[in-house]
């Protein structure tokens, strides 16, 4: 099973400023990798699939990087509404992982 | 759109199926996933039924829960048996994409609490 391991576990940043979130894989999977946020009470929604390909509808201040092991999602300048939790997924053969979560909240 | 029902509180042992409904797409020409997230933490993934029939479980739910789809209803199907406590969580159906293995639909999610 591929383990994916997020960080930092909390990112504390304020309105304007740049993220950087992290998922590292605990083997290569290629570029398959999505990212997903989640906000309180509501599902996921996908922001980045095969790595660097933004969802529709997704703004251009979310991009992803990486490839094998090591995977990188980065908001330009946070807007209000996109503090919330953020999770790596990826599928190997048949079986889907997730990472642990990065909550990006204000400072 | 995914719209989901079912859910609710069961005892220890019991027996529960969620329902998944699609529209605006047909479920047997894509594969659809079940994803499940425990109070207050992260998501995981319990099951998928793929285009072909094929179905996939994480080893925590093998045996107990049993993934399908009914065609002409467009639905796909989540049922639990033999629930026990740390079943309880909030469960997503989603749209796996036909170009990937990324979910790009989700449903509003059905909470199951599992207690006695």
């Known amino acids: 099973e591929v383990v994916l391991t997020q960080s930092p576990a909390t990112l504390s940043l304020s309105p304007g400023e740049r993220a950087t979130l992290s998922c590292r894989a605990s083997q290569s999977v290629g570029k398959y990798l999505a990212w997903y946020q989640q906000k309180p009470g509501q599902a996921p929604r996908l922001l980045v699939f095969?790595?660097?390909n933004r969802a529709y509808g997704i703004p251009p201040r979310f991009s992803g990087r990486g490839s094998g092991t090591d995977f990188t999602l980065t908001i330009s300048s946070l807007e209000p509404e996109d503090f919330a939790v953020y999770y790596c997924q990826q599928r190997t053969n048949w079986r889907i992982t997730f990472g642990q979560g990065t909550l990006v909240d204000i400072k | 759109q995914v719209v989901q029902s079912g859910g609710g509180l069961m005892q220890p042992g019991g027996s529960l199926t969620l329902s998944c409904a699609a529209s605006g797409f047909t479920v047997s020409n894509n594969y659809m996933g079940w994803v499940r997230q425990a109070p207050g933490k992260g998501l995981e993934w319990v099951s998928v039924?793929?285009?072909?029939?094929?179905?996939y479980y994480t080893d925590s739910v093998q045996g107990r829960f049993t993934v399908s789809r009914d065609n002409s209803r467009n639905t796909v199907y989540l049922q639990m048996n033999n629930l026990r406590v740390e079943d309880t969580a909030f469960y997503f159906c989603a749209r796996g994409s036909q170009l990937g293995g990324w979910f790009d639909y989700w449903g509003q999610g059905s909470l199951v609490t599992v207690s006695s």
């Open positions: 095969d790595a660097s």
């Open positions: 039924i793929y285009s072909g029939g094929d179905t």
